[in-house]
């Protein structure tokens, strides 16, 4: 087997149903686990972490073989190369925060002042490190607990909703500092969510899991594309588009955005010319037209084909429509009426109207 996989087997049974997860997820990567509540996300990383024992598990992170029952091996806790930090921060009340990291760093194998130095720059503390925790606000708190769980330089992260109890400010100001930790560490990250929002800003591996049970597990715009299952994050039905920053438009304050065979204009985030970076685009707001739109408000309009017509199971008085633009695909939400209206079909030409665009930089 690849060292360079993580490699997860585990069946073990749950209150009202079993957790059966087999899976291979690359290493080095951001695995965004998504699912609703009680779907065994934090009972899979409590087995990852060894805080929970798996009636059966097999669980390999690069190298090291943390559990295998067939050899009657099972690794503790405190001897896995791993960092978790949950939903509350939990810090040491009556230690500082330069105390909550060194209590962290003393369990790394091969402590080092500079790996130390590394972890408060890269999470930008230096003004905190005198503080105690009970002075910091929830979003200090969080940057701090990941801190602390990056000064043993893990070989695996594992995050359980860490911004669910942040406000949406402080939910912003983590996700970029949250998405650079697997470059900047070289670590493997699981990130469980709810948001499909965290989703898209932050997974290159997709993982959804629905009581025990992974339905799917794929690269991000591989998984949302799947026809199979465009509903696989919930209602908000979308896609994403990795794009390149090719032109600016001071004037009016607006960024061009390729991709393939297309492009799309957003409001300037203060990205540079030739910077890469995704959209995340809402089915509900991509619109169909048969010919070129003109004279309309709407200023991102594609050329496309249909690719694919579906009825929405949720919703009688909708359908899915997926459009094939060059190589890549987006999803367009309008009514059954529409459909029927404009009689369309599988392989005709159609103008998509882009009325919404969320850039995810």
């Not at 299952?229 to 600016?248: M, Y």
Request: charged letters at 20%; a neutral charge.
């Amino acid at each position: 087997m690849s060292p360079s996989l993580i490699h997860i087997d585990i069946d073990t049974p749950l209150e009202s149903f079993s957790l059966r997860v087999n899976v291979e997820l690359p290493a080095q990567q951001i695995v965004t686990l998504f699912g609703h509540s009680g779907s065994g996300k934090t009972t899979l990383l409590r087995c990852l972490s060894g805080l929970t024992r798996p009636k059966r598990a097999f669980i390999r992170v690069d190298d090291e073989i943390w559990q295998d029952d067939r050899q009657g091996h099972f690794t503790p806790p405190w001897m896995r190369s791993i960092g978790v930090v949950f939903q509350e921060a939990s810090l040491f009340a009556h230690l500082s925060v330069m105390e909550n990291l060194q209590f962290g760093f003393k369990r790394s194998p091969n402590p080092s002042a500079t790996q130390l130095q590394h972890v408060i720059e890269a999470f930008d503390i230096g003004e905190l490190l005198h503080r105690s925790p009970q002075t910091l606000s929830g979003g200090q708190k969080q940057r701090v607990a990941l801190a602390r769980a990056m000064t043993t330089n893990p070989k695996l992260l594992l995050l359980d909703e860490p911004l669910a109890a942040l406000d949406p400010v402080a939910k912003e100001n983590l996700l970029p500092l949250i998405k650079s930790t697997c470059k900047d560490f070289r670590t493997s990250l699981i990130y469980v969510t709810h948001s499909p929002h965290e989703v898209a800003y932050l997974s290159q591996t997709l993982m959804v899991l629905n009581n025990g049970v992974i339905n799917a597990c794929a690269p991000l715009l591989e998984a949302l594309s799947n026809s199979q299952n465009p509903w696989i994050l919930g209602d908000d039905v979308a896609s994403i588009l990795e794009c390149e920053v090719t032109q600016k438009d001071p004037q009016f304050g607006l960024l061009l955005l390729s991709f393939t065979a297309g492009a799309l204009w957003v409001k300037d985030s203060g990205l540079a010319l030739n910077e890469r970076t995704r959209v995340r685009l809402l089915a509900k707001d991509v619109s169909l037209s048969l010919s070129q739109p003109k004279d309309s408000s709407i200023q991102n309009t594609l050329p496309t084909q249909i690719a694919l017509i579906l009825d929405d199971p949720k919703e009688r008085s909708q359908a899915l429509v997926q459009l094939k633009v060059g190589e890549s695909l987006i999803w367009s939400r309008i009514t059954q009426r529409a459909v029927k209206q404009l009689n369309l079909q599988v392989g005709q030409s159609a103008w998509a109207q882009v009325k919404s665009v969320a850039l995810m930089d």
